[in-house]
């Protein structure tokens, strides 16, 4: 069974631009989750999405948003990049959104130069 | 408001020798409790979680709601033991994990 995939594995960016992140999750998981991974702040949650409606959001700006298809993979987007949105972003999935049954991708490496 | 504590962004323990990584809740409701783990190069997964009570490739923790703590031991540190340590909450029902900055740990051969 595929682990949960996220692609692109390292992003690029300057100030100003956006980006888009994928999430696949495991075959049958209908929940995903997105969690930012920084050296100073840790883990914090953005968001979770549970049969394309987003059930819980952290506290981030706008700026960061999601969305989830009905294939149950899901997409992050932040515009207007900032240097400190520099971090590696973490998707999770489960089968129903249950914490204890969260697993991990490998993230997404977000630089913003 | 949730919030986790690890107290200890680094640890170094000599191998055989116990390990104690400590981490402090607030929550004004009832918590459900975990311990992740990071190896390197790997990604971050469950390592036990309170309610299960089970001992995790030697691992335990007990949630003390006295103290607000959920530390994590092993009464004898392994190299392969090497890896960061998230100690993380959730409210029962929520679908969000509050993690702590977590901890480096390094088993000294």
């Known amino acids: 069974k595929a682990g949960v995939t996220q692609t692109p594995r390292y992003l690029i960016k300057t100030r100003g631009q956006q980006v888009t992140l994928s999430c696949s999750p495991i075959s049958g998981h209908r929940s995903v989750s997105w969690y930012q991974q920084t050296p100073g702040q840790g883990l914090q949650f953005l968001f979770e999405?549970?049969?394309?409606?987003?059930?819980n959001k952290g506290n981030f700006p706008g700026r960061f948003s999601g969305r989830q298809f009905s294939n149950s993979r899901s997409e992050m987007n932040v515009s207007t990049l900032e240097l400190g949105d520099s971090a590696l972003y973490l998707c999770?999935?489960?089968?129903?959104?249950?914490?204890?049954?969260?697993?991990f991708g490998s993230g997404t490496q977000l630089s913003v130069l | 408001a949730q919030r986790v504590t690890q107290p200890e962004k680094l640890l170094s323990v000599f191998k055989g020798a116990p390990v104690e990584l400590k981490c402090n809740y607030s929550y004004s409701g009832s918590p459900e409790l975990f311990w992740y783990v990071q190896y390197s190069r790997q990604r971050l997964q469950l390592l036990l979680r309170h309610i299960s009570r089970e001992s995790i490739k030697g691992f335990t923790a007990d949630l003390n709601k006295g103290e607000t703590s959920f530390h994590l031991k092993k009464p004898f540190a392994q190299e392969e033991d090497s890896a960061m340590y998230y100690c993380?909450?959730?409210?029962?029902?929520?679908?969000?994990?509050?993690f702590g900055t977590g901890t480096r740990l390094t088993i000294i051969p």
């Open positions: 999770a999935s489960s089968l129903d959104g249950r914490v204890e049954k969260l697993f």
């Open positions: 993380a909450l959730s409210a029962f029902g929520n679908e969000k994990l509050t």
């Open positions: 999405y549970f049969s394309e409606t987003q059930r």
